[in-house]
């Protein structure tokens, strides 16, 4: 299977051949082109400190996520000073995480990280997830194969979710809709507003737009 970025939007699909379309931003398949012949521009491409810009990235990231659960063994078992030090040394690996991304990869607008993450997304319960779960499987271990499965349906799912946000921003639907009865919730304060279009600065606290969301209740 090969791997094809849409030039227009980046959107990355994984198949044999090139989609006709974009599902995303609609660009024919013209525009898009191998991964592989995009990232060859890239400045660390192919070079052994761009693998190990990528090595420091992860190990960073899951030292970040070790002490974050360390600390929280820690404060249950009544150390709160040494739960406090782990957390502090997991934002600072989280800073140093965030250094080492940054350099090789960038961080992009908020359309193009969802791309990216939705890519992501798509990688880990297409390939990664379904092949953890066959191995799982072919080795014996059942229970876990069947939870790599259900991780994967979740990992599916937040990649559907990132797909409509990223169609909400190209169609410039974040903070607007048809609807005359749409209800706006403030999340700073729960104001109330409804109406096709979020208020520009919320009227109880002053809030910017930014922080409106659509009043969706699950309970």
Known sequence: MNRYVCTVCGYVHTGDSAPGQCPVCKAPASKFKPVAEVERDHKYA????????????SGESQARNKYCFFAEAARNEGYEQIAAL??????????HAKMWYAEFHGIGSTAENLVTAAE???MEWADMYARMAREACEEGFHALA????????????????????LESIRKNRVF????????????????LHTGPEAPERCPACGYAQSFFERKAENY
Not at 86 to 95: K, L, S, V
Request: net charge negative; aromatic share 10%.
């Open 176 to 191: 607007s809709e048809e609807s005359e009865e749409t209800v706006w919730m403030c999340r700073q304060c729960g104001y």
């Open 46 to 57: 192919g070079t052994q400190t761009g693998r190990n810009l990528m090595d420091a990235f």
């Open 86 to 95: 782990f957390e502090q040394t997991a934002m600072q690996e989280r800073q």
């Open 146 to 165: 069947e939870r790599f499965a259900r991780v994967a349906d979740v990992e599916q799912g937040h990649e559907e979710r990132y797909l409509r946000l």
């Open 120 to 122: 992501g997304e798509h």
